[in-house]
Antibody, heavy 119, light 112 residues
Framework: QVQLVESGGGVVQPGGSLRLSCAAS????????MHWVRQAPGKGLEWVAA????????QYADSVKGRFTISRDNSKNSLYLQVNSPRAEDTAVYYC????????????WGQGALVTVSS | QSALTQPASVSGSPGQSITISCTGT?????????VSWYQQHPGKAPKLLIY???TRPPGVSNRFSGSKSGNTASLTISGVQAEDEADYYC????????????FGGGTKLTVL
């Protein structure tokens, strides 16, 4: 069965850095677009970033562009999100989710990883 | 780009039908074949209910249906049940020069 398991969450200081990982299993990871979606405490869902199957095409929300980097290692069935220069408003649960074709997201979701930006 | 517009809350009694709207623009909902809906219970990850505007994934109850007219997409739940009480989110692929995805602000469904 499809499984997505995030790790790497925790407390990070403003201006620091952190890397989230998502381990995928139960499907052919290398052929899927993958996304990160986040949810601030008590708030709605926000799309963060997407990466195409071969890793050459990446897209970011304007709110994180230039600070976050999405990447993948198809040999390890893993997705990553490098979070640099985080701000208080980046505090959220971060979900990795599988794409539906190239134009939609979210047929499978991980359990989420909480990132708290605080000094 | 602002979030798609959803009502903050809707309510219904068991057995009733309810509809949740999701309003965007011609650059997202109105111009896209790719609208999806998700259900989220407290403390849980979202669950896909509808994609491609009106397609249900395997295992999703046929009580959930989706549609679109102009810049507004809709999710209808027929015969609301207690376990349907949750938050619901719409999502659309946008059609500017670079691909993006945008969520609605979310709707809390209360089953009376």
């Amino acid at each position: 069965q499809v499984q997505l398991v995030e790790s790497g969450g925790g407390v990070v200081q403003p201006g620091g850095s952190l890397r989230l990982s998502c381990a995928a299993s139960g499907f052919t990871f290398r052929i899927y677009v993958m996304h990160w979606v986040r949810q601030a405490p008590g708030k709605g869902l926000e799309w963060v970033a997407a990466i195409w199957d071969d890793g050459t095409n990446k897209q970011y929300a304007d709110s994180v562009k230039g600070r976050f980097t999405i990447s993948r290692d198809n040999s390890k069935n893993s997705l990553y999100l490098q979070v640099n220069s985080p701000r208080a408003e980046d505090t959220a649960v971060y979900y990795c989710t599988r794409g539906i074709g190239e134009m939609q997201l979210g047929d499978y979701w991980g359990q989420g990883a909480l990132v708290t930006v605080s000094s | 780009q602002s979030a798609l517009t959803q009502p903050a809350s809707v309510s219904g009694s068991p057995g009733q039908s309810i509809t949740i709207s999701c309003t965007g623009t011609s650059s997202d909902v109105g111009g896209s074949k790719y609208v999806s809906w998700y259900q989220q219970h407290p403390g849980k990850a979202p669950k896909l209910l509808i994609y491609d505007v009106s397609t249900r994934p395997p295992g999703v109850s046929n009580r959930f249906s989706g549609s679109k007219s102009g810049n507004t997409a809709s999710l209808t739940i027929s015969g609301v049940q207690a376990e349907d009480e949750a938050d619901y989110y719409c999502n659309s692929y946008t059609t500017p020069s670079t691909p993006k995805w945008i969520f609605g602000g979310g709707t809390k469904l209360t089953v009376l």
